[in-house]
Structures are given as C-alpha cells and as structure tokens.
C-alpha cells in the first residue's frame, strides 16, 4: 500500500472510532436544584383511616437531547423489591444547552407507608429510541412523624429527612441579560428552618476581600434572601394534660441575592455600573450570612484576576457533584449554634450530601468535614407517641 492509500486507512480508522457528528449529550440531574419530598394523603386502611404517601420530585435535567415525548419515571426501590414506579412530566426548554423540568407533583395514588432508607431510581425514556437508562440514583431517608386522630390516637405520617441537603451550598453565576453586559451573582443554601418559618430575621451578608471589606448597597439589605421552596414535615401529638404539641421541621431553599456581578470574558465593562463588580476584588473571599447578628452560614472562594471563579475539585472527576452551568460548589463553616434552625447532624454530612451522594473527592473536603460543629436537635421524633 502506498503512503496515498495508507493515509486513506489512517483517516477512516480515525473517523469509525471518533462520536458521530452532533451526538446528543446524555441527560443529567442538576443537584443544585433537585426536590424529592412525600405527599401524604389520608385513606382507608381496613375498618379505619391512616396516612399514606406518594412521592413527588421538582428536577432540573441538562443535555442537548432531550425532546417533547420523552419521560422520566420515579423507581423507588428497596433492595430487590420495587416499591412503586411513577412516571413524570418534562418541560422541554430550547437554547444553547437545551434544559427540561420534570415535576411529579400531586399525579399519582397515595400507596406508600415504608420508612427508612429508600434508593429513588431517575429513570430516562427516550420517546424516538424507547430506550430506557437509569441517568440518577438518589438514596433518601424517610421518617416518621405523627398526626393526632382523636384522644390518645396517632397515625403515622412520611417525609424524606433533609439532613444531608444542610451541606449543599453554591453560588451561580447568571449569564448577561440581551440589555446588560454584566451577569448576576447569587447565592444559595438549604436550611433547617422550625415552626413554620420561612426566612432568616434581621438576615445580612458580610464579605471581605484579604481584610477589606467589600461594600453591599443597604438598600439589598432589605431583600436579600426569600425561601424558593421547602419540604414540609409536621409533628403532632397529644402530650400530659390533653394538650396538643406541634412541632414542624421544614428544610429551605434559600436565595441570597446581593447586588454582585461579572464580565464575561472579553467584555468592556460599564464604568456607570453602581452594581459591585468580582473582579475589582480578585482574591481569597470570604462571605457571612447573617441573621440578628449572628453567622449563619460562611463560604470561601476564589475570585481570579479576571474575574473568574473556579470550580471545586468535588464537581471533577469520576463521581462527580453535577451543578448547572455557571455554578460553583463553596465550602461552608456551620456556627456552633443557629438558634432558628431545629437540627444539625454532622454525622450525615461526613457521609454525603444533596439526597445520598456520596463525597467524590472527601480529601479535597477534609477542612469543610473536619470543623463541623457538635450534633444537636434533631431531624424526626425519636419516639413514637404513647396510646393507641
């Protein structure tokens, strides 16, 4: 063979081994923004009445296939045994890197009463191929709390404990709008909030830079942080007395928007721009929030020269924590009290985060793991209710 015919050979090796041109990136879960709780409904059970539950989900998946047609479908498993299948709808959003939402929400029987750990399957049908691949594996815990029936009686009630939802925290990045040149710059976290509580009081941000201070407008003060969404639990019981005690344990996600913002690369930036721009403060950041006084929550990250941000080492790598574009996982110093919050379970956190996942790269975590304040309250009732 001539080097004319061997080259021809070297070419079509290289084009059989190479992905075909404008292949499909294969879905997958943004864990920034992922909601698994239980919706419990009351129904006849044999002579009387109970609680049962089915599961409900808000997911937010990436990938440049995703169509019209095609589903996701909740496996709820437990070992071997299939506890219930459920499948949900998606939401297909176009543009550069196509986005759905997929929300089970109040669409299926009220079936289930197991507790414990569950593993929930994240199962992909492809509407054009009728493929179907488990894309996610969530393993969540359900506890059991207690609905008062009438004198001395209880039913048992379900919801997905949220204790590992506690260490996800990240802030986003969100590209310019069409009439702006900067982007957004928010952060968010999960929060253990009690009675029924929806926001942080008296709630500030404190940043600095290297020891300097980096200015807040007080005008964002006074909005800085709302509750996107919660998972709700509720305890109540007859105590001595014939009183009635309810207690709840709600898990926020909470929003902290302060006026940061970025240039994207190759950008000329607006002098008139009031708004605090990152990279005028490259550096080591460390930011606070706050609420009556106190820290809340402290993250550390990393502002370069230009502006950028790095992502951390557990969204690299095999195992990886997936984030939507433009986010970035933070670290985060827990105080050793929070006197609005009804739980903190370090022992959890060590183990995993966002719904069972386990720490790809727990070296890369060993400050963040190993400053974790002392255990206290707690995510259910530990005890049953005495009587019938």
Known sequence: MDRWGRG???VALALAAAPALGQPEAPWVDE??????LDNERVRIGDGYGWKYRPQAKLRLYGSGLLYGDAVTLKLVRGRRTLGEYRCPLQVDGGVGTTSLSQCWHRHDATLDVHGEIDVQLVYTSDTTDRSDVIHTFRVRVGRYWQVEGRDAHSAKYQVLTDDLLGLSWLWRAEPEETEKRGKLYFYFWAALAEDASSFPEASLRCEVGGTRVPIEASTQRSIHESLTRIEARDQRWVR????QIRDYDAH???????FTWVPPGVEDDPADQRVNIGDYPGEWTCSFRSEGRPVRTWRFTVDAEGGIPEHAVQQGEGALRLRPGAIFLE?????????EFTFQPAVLRRQVAFGHRWPDAAALRGMLSALPPARGESAPARAPRGR
Request: hydrophobic residues 40%; proline residues 10%; positive net charge.
């Open 8 to 10: 021809l050979a070297l």
């Open 32 to 37: 920034t923004y992922t909601v698994l709780a």
């Open 241 to 244: 007395g014939g009183q009635q």
């Open 253 to 259: 996600l909470i929003w902290v928007k302060p006026r």
């Open 332 to 340: 985060t110093e827990f105080p050793r009290e929070s006197p609005r």
